[in-house]
């Protein structure tokens, strides 16, 4: 089974401030590998897919980037609906199962 | 727009099975664009991945669960649905129904229901 490892579990800082999160995979996944973000009371919602592509409506403040097991998802200035928890996840081909990390809380410092 | 929304009792007893329906609307659940599926995350934990499925018929669960898991879809209704056999306290979650685009290669999620919450207890 594949593993993904997100660090930190919690991040504080301030509106205005850059974020970066991390997701490490326990084997390579390519490019393969989707961001969302989960505000409380709220269904997840689909930031990056493929390691760096936006989904629709996505502010360009939010990027991804990274390839084989170590990913990352950048907000380059935080804004206050930003604060929420961030999960990384990745499918696996055989037998086909999709997993996911941890998460990440970004909270407000 | 595509809209997927959850229903089902929002209390089960332990043994008892979960049952769960999503209606899509705004769109074909006999659709050759998208995979359907279910996610659950427990109170304050992190995202559990169930099961998913194609309007033909192919199906995939998670292996963890497989045992006490069926979906199925209803296309007269327009509707996935969940069995659960032998709930425990375990399987307190809300339970998210989602859509997977075919384009993507099934490699994300990229509609979610708002979900709905499942208490396991007596």
């Known amino acids: 089974e594949t593993v993904l490892t997100q660090s930190p579990a919690t991040l504080s800082l301030s509106p205005g401030e850059r974020a970066t999160l991390s997701c490490r995979a326990s084997?390579?996944?390519?490019?393969?590998l989707a961001w969302y973000q989960q505000k409380p009371g709220q269904a997840p919602r689909l930031l990056i897919y493929?390691?760096?592509n936006r989904a629709t409506g996505i502010p360009a403040r939010f990027s991804g980037s990274g390839s084989g097991t170590d990913f990352t998802l950048t907000i380059s200035s935080l804004e206050p609906e930003d604060f929420a928890v961030y999960y990384c996840?990745?499918?696996?081909?055989?037998?086909?199962?999709?997993?996911f990390g941890q998460g990440t809380k970004v909270e407000i410092k | 727009q595509l809209q997927l929304q959850e229903s089902g009792p929002g209390l089960v007893k332990p043994s008892e099975t979960l049952s769960l329906t999503c209606t899509v609307s705004?769109?074909?659940?006999?659709?050759?664009?998208?995979?359907w599926g279910w996610i659950r995350q427990p109170p304050g934990k992190g995202l559990e991945w169930i099961a998913n499925?194609?309007?033909?018929?192919?199906?995939y669960y998670n292996p963890s669960l497989k045992s006490r898991l069926t979906i199925s879809i209803d296309t007269s209704k327009n509707q996935l649905s969940l069995k659960l056999t032998s709930v425990t306290a375990a399987d307190t979650a809300l339970y998210f129904c989602?859509?997977?685009?075919?384009?993507?290669?099934?490699?994300?999620?990229?509609?979610w229901g708002q979900g709905t919450l499942v208490t396991v207890s007596s």
């Open positions: 989602v859509s997977q685009p075919v384009r993507g290669a099934l490699n994300w999620f990229d509609t």
């Open positions: 705004g769109g074909s659940i006999s659709s050759s664009d998208d995979y």
């Open positions: 499925m194609y309007y033909t018929g192919t199906t």
């Open positions: 084997r390579s996944l390519s490019i393969y």
């Open positions: 493929d390691a760096s």
């Open positions: 996840q990745q499918r696996s081909n055989w037998p086909p199962t999709w997993t």
